[in-house]
């Protein structure tokens, strides 16, 4: 099984608003990632979790919180974002971070689109 | 840095033909290539990999070849269907940080 699983599938909220988003996987992985992915464009690195620690944060503006609350579980917190937040938000996930032979999974992502 | 060129699209082709996207990249050691593909509406799903040179990845009919010497990873089918019809994207992997670096990406319709 190499599914991760993402919710909500789509997402609209007003820029005062507070959400999350989530994502599962059970495969053991310890590495899980963030990814923004614009139309027409290549996905983004945002964040990496590695053990449930943060390990990388690609300069991410502040209004974008994400948390590891266990090795299966990764959630990004939104508060205050602007209309060009919107975006399709992808979460992976891998064995470990690093190394030459690490597959990452995706999940579907959450549409999100900011009023 | 690392990186990734991957040809731009769109790409048209009829069912039934020969595709082929062209994908080289610089990176310093010895990284991960892969192969995604996203499909409209939807996350990426890994289509294929290889890990060293002259590793041959493949799978639902597409092939690609890590050649060191070209520094490439052409994607290859020999006969496309309708259901093809998606976004292709390169990507390099490996690195000390864990992150995928990705090609533009290419899009491919196929019409019947």
């Known amino acids: 099984d190499t599914e991760v699983t993402q919710t909500p599938k789509h997402l609209v909220m007003g820029m005062t608003n507070k959400k999350s988003l989530k994502c599962e996987q059970h495969?053991?992985?310890?590495?899980m990632y963030w990814y923004k992915q614009k139309a027409k464009k290549p996905p983004e690195l945002m964040f990496v979790y590695s053990y449930e620690k943060l390990s990388i944060n690609e300069s991410v503006p502040s209004r974008f919180s994400p948390e590891c609350p266990n090795s299966s579980l990764l959630n990004l917190h939104l508060h205050a974002l602007q209309p060009e937040d919107s975006a399709l938000y992808l979460c992976?996930?891998?064995?470990?971070?690093?190394?030459?032979?690490?597959?990452?999974?995706f999940g579907p992502g959450t549409r999100l689109t900011v009023l | 840095g690392d990186s990734v060129t991957q040809m731009e699209g769109p790409v048209t082709l009829s069912e039934e033909a020969f595709l082929t996207i062209n994908c080289t990249y610089t990176?310093?050691?010895?990284?991960?290539l892969f192969w995604y593909v996203q499909y409209p509406g939807e996350g990426l799903q890994l289509l294929l990999k290889?890990?060293?040179?002259?590793d041959k990845g493949s799978n639902k009919g597409f092939e690609a070849t890590y050649r060191k010497e070209t520094t490439s990873f052409h994607l290859e089918k020999g006969s496309v269907q309708v259901s093809d019809s998606a976004v292709y994207f390169c990507?390099?992997?490996?690195?000390?940080?864990?992150?995928?670096?990705f090609g533009k990406g290419t899009k491919l319709s196929v019409k019947p």
């Open positions: 990507a390099l992997g490996g690195g000390s940080q864990g992150n995928l670096i």
């Open positions: 990176a310093t050691g010895y990284p991960s």
């Open positions: 495969m053991g992985h310890r590495a």
């Open positions: 992976a996930s891998s064995p470990m971070v690093g190394g030459s032979t690490d597959t990452q999974y």
């Open positions: 290889a890990t060293k040179a002259d």
